[in-house]
């Protein structure tokens, strides 16, 4: 019986392993990005399910809060696509990729498209967990 329990409890921690490394980036996010209006802040707010869907929110004090589309986590690396309405210059995509190392998150954006006000199209950034 004892050695049934432990075969059991050892197969359940290993098929954990994968959950736990894949919910690593879940929870609140804060970064900066250099823009031409100057330190752009954001909070990015991830959650992840069993399956490895990312999804969760990008707020910031300009957009308020845009939905995370297209999510994915696969380990340590995550991907993602925001769309933000730009009024009249139309709606902005933006797709994200990152990899996650303890409590740093290491962002690369970059725009689909032109790029309003003439920012980089593309741009490294690193986001810290929130305590």
Not at 2 to 20: C, I, K, N, S, Y
Not at 62 to 78: A, H, L, Q, R, Y
Not at 82 to 91: A, K, Y
């Amino acid at each position: 019986m004892a050695r049934r329990f432990f075969v059991v409890a050892a197969a359940l921690a290993l098929f954990a392993l994968p959950l736990t490394a894949q919910t690593g980036v879940a929870g609140k996010w804060n970064a900066s990005v250099d823009s031409p209006q100057g330190p752009f802040a954001m909070v990015f707010e991830f959650v992840v399910d069993a399956a490895g869907k990312l999804t969760g929110t990008l707020q910031n004090e300009f957009i308020g809060s845009i939905p995370i589309k297209d999510g994915t986590v696969k380990g340590n690396d995550i991907s993602f696509k925001l769309s933000i309405d730009g009024g009249p210059n139309g709606t902005m995509n933006i797709g994200y990729k990152g990899t996650v190392k303890g409590d740093d998150l290491a962002l690369t954006s970059k725009f689909e498209g032109e790029v309003p006000g003439g920012g980089p199209a593309e741009q490294s950034f690193k986001a810290t967990r929130a305590k």
